[in-house]
């Protein structure tokens, strides 16, 4: 007798088997649809340069179908070419712009640099920032000839106390400098500042245009700290820190504030926009209470998280993107509600 019919009795696999074959045959066909679908949008993305990079239009794959990328008028072209041209050519920019550029330190702190007499321009001491320079410039700072960086770098440190977010430091203590020395050969600085016994996010970075938009005030980058007081903070202080308390410097609200441990009501979460200089300590000494630990555990949109203290990472492409798209969100709400104003103001 045959035995085709019971061909499938012998010798078979146990459930666990089975399920380790659908689960294999399973993540082998996603990962075949993710390299389908990247090399699709890898092509697109090839077309689509090769569109901008050129004055020929892209020809469509199919007759029939519209040119996804069609040739510019010709009035529109001489105005896109004179418009290339004015951007080649028109390379000069502020002299604190350039430092900035150049990874000395952010736009605003060059202004002081400048004022100072410590940079000089094709051999003369320049004491205006906005004085306009290019590249062909000789451009010097603290005895050396500054280039433009073409190399952006962007690093998250979390930072250990006694460490202080300085460059250099004249009484030779230890500098966030110290811990990322390893990381790059390009000149970074911190993008502001946490006090020296403060720990946690610290971004630096040598892009001076991003540094200039984090730590200008009308951004209002969010930071969230977690502070330990020497007392647990009472609910009518809670109440006083949201609503708002008067210091020497002006008036202070926190955007949120919560019991970091349920059971310890010294471990304090606070989330502020405010830049101002040791504001987390000050609200709670200005209250009677002794901060006994600060940590910055948020900035903008980035946190510590699988950092460990007094290690460092690289952004990712994506981090950094969302970096610089938050704040051209936040610079174009700027400007229209200054727009907003000026148009209310005409019919005043």
Known sequence: MSQQPFKKFINPKNNAAIKEKHKQDKKNAKKERAAAIEKHFEEKRSIRQRA??????????????????????????????????????????????????????????????????????????????????????????????????????????????????TTDDPQNRKTVLQLTKNATDQRIYPVGRLDRNTSGVLLLTNDGQLTQELTHPSFNVKKVYE???????????????????????????????????SKDKSIIGIE????????????????????????????????????????????????????KYMNKQKSIRTANKENKKIDTSEFN
């Open 52 to 165: 901008f990079s050129s004055n020929n239009p892209v020809v469509a794959d199919k007759p029939g179908r519209k040119q996804k990328y069609p040739q510019p008028k010709k009035e529109q072209a001489t105005v896109s070419s004179s418009n290339t041209k004015k951007i080649t050519d028109t390379s000069e920019m502020p002299l604190n712009k350039y430092l900035a550029h150049c990874g000395v330190t952010s736009r605003r702190d060059a202004v002081s640099l400048i004022i100072d007499g410590k940079v000089t321009v094709n051999k003369k001491i320049i004491t205006q920032p906005a004085f306009k320079v290019s590249e062909k410039d000789e451009v010097i700072f603290n005895g050396k000839k500054l280039f433009v960086t073409k190399n952006l770098i962007y690093i998250l440190l979390n930072k250990p106390k006694d460490y202080i977010t």
């Open 227 to 261: 502070a330990k007081l020497d007392k647990p903070l009472t609910k009518n202080d809670f109440e006083k820190i949201l609503n708002g308390i008067k210091l020497e410097d002006g008036e202070i609200f926190a955007d949120a504030l919560a019991y970091a441990d």
């Open 272 to 323: 502020l926009h405010s830049g101002r200089n040791r504001i987390v300590r000050r609200i709670f000494e200005h209250l009677g209470y002794d901060v006994k630990g600060l940590d910055r555990v948020m900035y903008a949109n980035l946190t510590k998280k699988n950092v460990e203290r007094g290690k460092w990472r690289y952004l990712s492409e994506k981090e950094v993107r969302l970096l």
